[in-house]
């Protein structure tokens, strides 16, 4: 009998010009805006390699100089765009795109894409994860949320019981129903996105969000038959199912993320770097202060080579005491940016946790992390910049430490673009589906936690449905 209800359910909705009215907007809204943003990350990607590429060939091609003046030429780390970011661009449109790598020092990301886009209506970002996330749940609100009340309304509710159908036949058979129509109606935007993700790379990631938005139609599709349930009239059922709509998705969101602002803030940037040059320069507990670390350095390192002046040492003196500066340097530095990954890690959280209230909060996390633009995949780029940066800095002042003897002057040039060249050429590869996977393990099982408490209301509900 469910199996019944649910087929007659469909091919009502089916049958019905609306669901294919509303549906087709939506359809090519997010044709539209996939098609736009496919564009523009295409561009973004071929400008990125461009860029790329030159700054590589005036890195390459400096001349003679000293070498640490030619460690200051520095480099740019470039995070590329997965295929995915197309669909939800996530932290990715609001912090910077390249990494500034030079000697000392560890940099924030530059060029953030916000900084160039135009003012925004107040909406937040429109892309085809908002159609995906927020417009079929309003779809989903204005087509289904007459499904039970109309039967009331008409009467026919009533007949049904007259003859033996029970409430948890139609109740579910409602709910498949309305969620194989939806999915008939929204099966090209499933293609769209099958070709998108094209290389074998992407299909674990797409599979997985793939299945999420499953869960969170049929999530959606749950709270609006248990609206209908519940309400006498399907002008009651719109409404409050467009008050939930508006809370879930406008509301708690923007809520919670001022909560977690006023609860956990973030160290203002002008003094997360006073809090560095302050550990560099007096030393963390224990160490003493710069200039004193330098001087027992100096000292060790006469006695270890037996002589009484830096001048005299069988190697480069400069570029062995900045080895040891930028050591302390990069430790101080892994401590401080240790502290404030942390710290958004433990905004992320707390804010995974107040939106639990609503099932777009989870699916947003999902959304992100499977289109490698999260915060998890922002730091495994930052970390993997980083260790690029000491690596090639390294390498500078090692070859300068065994090229030269005693004290060198930086205005002696003695190196050349041979020394330049040998150093590798910065690649990333992004983490693949796995790690995503993980880094949303937490939203997964709020989502399913939402699925499994939606399907066990209905079921709760069959039991009080009255006609």
């Excluded at 509303?22 to 996939?34: K, P, Q, R, S, Y």
């Excluded at 033996?164 to 579910?172: H, M």
């Excluded at 109606?185 to 299909?203: K, R």
């Excluded at 150093?423 to 880094?439: C, D, H, K, M, V």
């Amino acid at each position: 009998m469910m199996a019944s209800i649910a087929t007659k359910e469909a091919r009502s909705l089916l049958r019905d010009g609306r669901l294919w009215t509303l549906g087709l907007v939506l359809v090519l809204l997010f044709a539209a805006m996939l098609t736009t943003a496919s564009m523009q990350r295409d561009a973004a990607e071929q400008e990125r390699a461009h860029v790329e590429k030159v700054a590589r060939q005036q890195w390459d091609h400096q001349g003679d100089k000293n070498p640490h003046r030619a460690a200051h030429f520095g480099m740019y780390a470039f995070k590329p765009r997965s295929t995915l970011s197309s669909v939800d661009p996530g932290v990715d449109a609001h912090v910077g795109q390249a990494m500034w790598l030079e000697p000392h020092k560890r940099n924030m990301a530059l060029f953030s894409p916000a900084a160039d886009a135009t003012p925004s209506i107040g909406w937040g970002a429109f892309t085809p994860a908002f159609v995906l996330l927020v417009l079929v749940p309003l779809l989903i609100a204005v087509l289904g949320h007459s499904t039970i009340t109309q039967e009331r309304e008409s009467g026919t509710l009533r007949m049904l019981h007259a003859f033996g159908i029970s409430g948890c036949s139609l109740v579910f058979g409602k709910w498949i129903g309305i969620t194989v129509a939806l999915l008939v109606v929204l099966l090209p935007i499933g293609l769209a996105c099958a070709w998108m993700a094209g290389g074998e790379q992407h299909l674990g990631a797409f599979a997985a969000l793939g299945v999420s938005l499953l869960v969170y139609y049929i999530t959606w599709v749950g709270v609006t038959v248990l609206v209908s349930v519940h309400c006498h009239s399907s002008r009651m059922a719109l409404l409050v199912l467009t008050a939930l709509w508006v809370g879930w998705v406008f509301i708690v969101p923007r809520l919670s993320a001022s909560l977690v602002e006023r609860w956990a803030p973030l160290p203002t940037g002008a003094a997360f770097w006073q809090g560095i040059g302050d550990d560099i320069q007096n030393g963390l507990p224990g160490d003493g202060s710069a200039s004193e670390r330098m001087k027992a350095f100096d000292k060790t390192l006469l006695a270890d080579n037996g002589v009484s002046r830096l001048e005299d040492l069988p190697f480069g003196a400069n570029a062995k005491r900045r080895l040891y500066r930028d050591s302390y340097s990069t430790h101080v530095h892994e401590l401080h940016f240790e502290r404030l990954w942390s710290a958004q890690f433990h905004q992320q959280k707390l804010l995974g946790w107040m939106s639990f209230i609503s099932p777009y909060g989870p699916m947003g996390t999902i959304s992100a992390a499977m289109a490698g633009t999260d915060l998890a995949h922002r730091h495994h780029f930052e970390m993997a910049a980083e260790t690029y940066r000491q690596k090639f800095t390294t390498w500078m002042d090692e070859w300068d430490l065994t090229s030269t003897k005693g004290v060198t002057s930086f205005e002696d040039k003695y190196a050349g673009n041979a020394q330049w060249q040998a150093i590798p050429a910065w690649s990333y590869e992004a983490p693949g589906t796995g790690f995503a996977l993980e880094a949303s393990a937490l939203a997964w099982a709020q989502l399913m936690a939402w699925a499994t408490a939606v399907a066990a209301a209905l079921w709760l509900s069959t039991r009080r449905l009255n006609p």
